[in-house]
């Protein structure tokens, strides 16, 4: 990936091993680096307007974000944007342009995250139209700023940046597939995301209870992208999704992190309502 960086490094020692180690990697085909085939997640159950909202809580179950999940259709394309407002001022805002002729195709991607809740300020951003990408992240210590930006290599059919949990809802009963994702490290790795249905679970709603599919979300770095990951402590953990799966399907759970590194504290989000005073 060509890129333009600006800014003074830091960890120098553990960003030369994870350099030594994704020089090695780059030199692989890029099949063998990430071993996924490209192949897009068909329709089953087409998106379209939606105002859904949700709740952020940490590992204790205290609420620390309140958001809103919105989708626009916009000629032929979907406007979708997740958004938390926390409790101690930060904001993760993420938005994705994708579009559902019978296959999901991501087209746009920014992600934004600001505030304590997060170990450092940052945007990312790409475009499949001119495989462009930019990722600004901001020191808040020093206040040292590092951008990043270039060209991606590729851009599979696949990608699923802001959108795992609609894929998981398009997948057959059953079944689980394997999609790619462009994570920032923060410079832009593409690595593969497996979804696997590992189990069933009943689920109340009122005086009713419906079947519930847990999903469990994993990233597949691949042998030398999992040791550079090692080495700089960004190692991201397995997710886990829950969604309902009776008639259509909805999303119901969703517990793993939600920085931009994919390594930061794990949380749980789940849809709520309004409250009438």
Sequence with gaps: MA????????????????????VS???????????ENDAPIPVRFPEGAL???????????????RGDQLQIPRKGFIDGRMVFRFTDGSLLDERVVFSQDEVFTVHEYRLIQR???FEEDAEAHFERATRKYRVQTTNRD???????EGDLDEMPANLSNGMVIILAKNL?????????????????????????P????????????????RYAIKPKLGFFLKIGAKLTGRDPPDSHAWIITEDVPAFAKFVGPL??????????VEVTAPTWK
């Design 198 to 213: 590992v189990g069933t679970e009943r689920a109340s709603f009122g005086a009713e209870t419906k079947p519930v599919t």
């Design 142 to 148: 020093d206040g040292e700023v590092d951008v990043k």
């Design 25 to 35: 990697s780059a030199l692989l085909p890029a099949a063998v680096r990430n071993g």
């Design 115 to 117: 505030g304590p809740a």
């Design 259 to 268: 920085s931009m590194s994919g390594t930061g504290a794990i949380w749980r």
């Design 3 to 22: 890129a333009v960086s600006t800014g003074t490094p830091r960890a120098a020692a553990a960003r030369t091993a994870a350099l030594a180690v994704l």
């Design 51 to 65: 105002h859904g909202f949700l709740v952020l809580k940490n590992q204790e179950g205290t609420v620390i974000a």
């Design 172 to 196: 057959a009963p059953g079944r689980g597939a394997t999609v790619r994702m462009v994570a920032f490290t923060p410079s832009p790795k593409l690595i593969g995301l497996e979804l696997e």
